[in-house]
């Protein structure tokens, strides 16, 4: 048995190749972009890939290299449940209602007159978003029906870049006020506009549909659960300053009494239908504090994690301590390996 890891700087493989190391497990580093990866996996027994939603090249190719080799039969991470619907709000809209899941309700359009005459009759405020985004990138309140109509009417038009560095720039500035960034990482937003990177240059407006979800008020955190096989952990995380999203803010409490347990319970349940390898799921509350889904995704940040107490098995038993995530993803990826040779 031989485990392949594309190598990415600051991603779930840094662990993943220290924990091959300390185990002595038989393993290679490929580049997933050579041109004969596939020849390259022909003496390995599985294939794992952190990629990135903000990486242009990622974003073009990494899911159908991923999914092709699934079908060869490869153990791969992520697999087809796991990110099919990585970065791509629409797809999980429909997935979340397909399986019942408790989510925020949504509204997508796709032509113009359909949309303003929802427009016309809907309440308000609602949340524009674009199907792809993470960190409350892309993400904007809508307080007016005329507010709503430009928004509409710039969808089915120009459309919109799928980053907007003037965002970028200004939400450094201010997570830098609030002490949660360095003066460097908005210098780093500053350069941004000057020089725009790869994925900026080359991605295309989004246009031809439009998304909103209901606003759900008084939130001013959101819970994030993130669910490996039959273990799960979570953080709470607080809204930005005079700001309703919570993603990307920076300020995180670690603590299991801040995280409710009907928000690990629902993730659970949730990913029994989904089959995801790994997965987070945010939770806001509604006017009856019952928990709904805002959002999934397959990737998230390796540090910001580091610091949770412990985790829930899916028999919501805690267990505290420090533990590594991304080992149990390579763990069962392992376990996978073995089962499938036993056929």
Same mark, same amino acid.
């Given at each position: 048995?031989?485990?392949?890891?594309?190598?990415?700087?600051?991603?779930?493989?840094?662990?993943?190749?220290?924990?091959?190391?300390? !185990? #002595?497990?038989?393993?290679?580093?490929?580049?997933?972009?050579?041109?004969?990866?596939?020849?390259?996996?022909?003496?390995?027994?599985?294939?794992? *890939?952190?990629?990135?939603? @903000?990486?242009?090249?990622?974003?073009?190719?990494?899911?159908?290299?991923?999914?092709?080799?699934?079908?060869?039969?490869?153990?791969? %991470?992520?697999?087809?449940?796991?990110?099919?619907? %990585?970065?791509?709000?629409?797809?999980? !809209?429909?997935?979340?209602?397909?399986?019942?899941?408790?989510?925020?309700?949504?509204?997508?359009?796709?032509?113009?007159?359909?949309?303003?005459?929802?427009?016309?009759?809907?309440?308000?405020?609602?949340?524009?978003?674009?199907? $792809?985004?993470?960190?409350?990138?892309?993400?904007?309140?809508?307080?007016?029906?005329?507010?709503?109509?430009?928004?509409?009417?710039?969808?089915?038009? !120009?459309?919109?870049?799928?980053?907007?560095?003037?965002?970028?720039?200004?939400?450094?500035?201010?997570?830098?006020?609030?002490?949660?960034?360095?003066?460097?990482?908005?210098?780093?937003?500053?350069?941004?506009?000057?020089?725009?990177?790869?994925?900026?240059?080359?991605?295309?407006?989004?246009? $031809?549909?439009?998304?909103?979800?209901?606003?759900?008020?008084?939130?001013?955190?959101?819970?994030?659960?993130?669910?490996?096989?039959?273990?799960?952990?979570?953080? !709470?995380?607080?809204?930005?300053?005079?700001?309703?999203?919570?993603? $990307?803010?920076?300020?995180?409490?670690?603590?299991?009494?801040?995280?409710?347990?009907?928000?690990?319970?629902?993730?659970?349940?949730? @990913?029994?239908?989904?089959?995801?390898?790994?997965?987070?799921?945010?939770?806001?509350?509604?006017?009856?504090?019952?928990?709904?889904?805002?959002?999934?995704? %397959?990737?998230?940040?390796?540090?910001?994690?580091?610091?949770?107490?412990?985790?829930? #098995?899916? #028999?919501?038993? *805690?267990? $505290?301590?420090?533990? #590594?995530?991304?080992? *149990?993803?390579?763990?069962?990826?392992?376990?996978?390996?073995?089962?499938?040779?036993?056929?």
């Amino acid at each position: 048995m031989k485990i392949a890891i594309h190598n990415r700087k600051d991603s779930f493989s840094d662990r993943w190749i220290v924990y091959c190391e300390d !185990k #002595n497990i038989d393993f290679k580093i490929v580049n997933c972009y050579s041109v004969d990866i596939v020849e390259q996996l022909k003496d390995c027994s599985g294939l794992l *890939w952190h990629h990135h939603h @903000n990486n242009y090249g990622d974003a073009v190719f990494a899911k159908g290299l991923l999914f092709s080799l699934e079908q060869s039969g490869l153990q791969v %991470f992520p697999n087809f449940n796991t990110a099919w619907h %990585f970065d791509d709000k629409i797809g999980q !809209k429909y997935l979340l209602e397909a399986v019942g899941a408790p989510s925020v309700p949504t509204s997508i359009f796709y032509d113009e007159q359909s949309a303003l005459l929802w427009a016309n009759n809907t309440t308000y405020p609602k949340v524009f978003k674009l199907r $792809g985004g993470a960190g409350g990138q892309n993400v904007r309140l809508v307080r007016s029906v005329d507010n709503c109509k430009k928004l509409i009417k710039k969808s089915f038009g !120009k459309g919109f870049a799928q980053h907007d560095p003037w965002y970028g720039l200004s939400d450094r500035i201010n997570k830098y006020r609030q002490g949660t960034a360095s003066i460097k990482t908005v210098f780093g937003g500053i350069s941004r506009l000057l020089r725009p990177n790869d994925f900026e240059k080359m991605s295309q407006y989004e246009k $031809g549909y439009v998304y909103f979800q209901d606003f759900i008020p008084d939130n001013s955190f959101d819970i994030r659960i993130v669910v490996i096989g039959d273990r799960a952990f979570g953080l !709470k995380r607080m809204t930005r300053a005079r700001d309703f999203r919570a993603s $990307g803010s920076g300020v995180i409490i670690y603590d299991k009494e801040a995280v409710d347990e009907r928000c690990v319970k629902i993730a659970f349940k949730v @990913n029994k239908k989904i089959k995801s390898q790994s997965i987070a799921f945010d939770f806001v509350f509604d006017a009856n504090n019952n928990p709904l889904i805002v959002e999934i995704s %397959f990737g998230y940040s390796v540090h910001a994690y580091d610091k949770c107490p412990g985790y829930w #098995n899916n #028999n919501l038993s *805690w267990t $505290g301590g420090i533990f #590594n995530p991304q080992e *149990w993803i390579i763990e069962n990826l392992i376990n996978g390996i073995i089962e499938s040779d036993k056929f």
